[in-house]
């Protein structure tokens, strides 16, 4: 069966500083991977996606992820905070069969401090 | 421009009563999911259908109903025997098919609170 991990529930950044969210991975087959963003009562929006056609994938307002098969990871980053970055920030995983639905992590409520 | 309303976007209700949450999309996607969200738990699967006049259960479907006669339409039912029924309920909907990649798209939610 498929699974996220986001380890940390809350991190917190200087505006700035490198922003660095995990999230490991189960997965018996190729896992399809994503991270959403939401802000406050909002729905999620997409920020990126792997498909396996490179490890590393860029997303929007420069967030990036990469893929690691040896570390079962798939860690979102981004240079330098921005204040509207802060908000909470899910991993998922593609469940199995021909459905698009998707498992998710606990989420991470990022901060990102004056 | 195409997306997926969820209405109404706050909701109150006495316990014991059933509620229906609306989910509408006009994405044309075959595909339609509820979640239920929950401070440090993340998304939780309620229900979701592939097509019209089908669903399937997902991880915590007791205490819930939905019905699928129209594709752009997926309601929700709250009945009374949700136990916890007070969270932020989050409607998607994407395309489907093991060949396709199709993310889910997200409504802005309904928060229900029972009292």
Redesign the interface.
Known sequence: AQSVTQLGSHVSVSEGALVLLRCNYSSSVPPYLFWYVQYPNQGLQLLLKYTSAATLVKGINGFEAEFKKSETSFHLTKPSAHMSDAAEYFCAVKGGGATNKLIFGTGTLLAVQP | DGG?T?SP?YLFRKEGQNVTLSCEQNLNHD?M?W?RQDP??????IY?S?IVNDFQK?DIAEGYSVSREKKESFPLTVTSAQKNPTA?Y?C?S?????G??????????T?LTVT
């Not at chain 2, 440090?40 to 699967?45: A, I, K, S, Y």
Request: aromatic residues 14%; glycine residues 18%; hydrophobic residues 30%.
């Open positions: 997926i969820q976007k595909a999911y979640y440090g738990q993340g998304l939780r699967l979701y592939q997902g932020f989050l998607a994407s395309t489907i098919g093991t396709k990649l199709s993310p889910l798209h997200f409504g802005n939610g928060r």
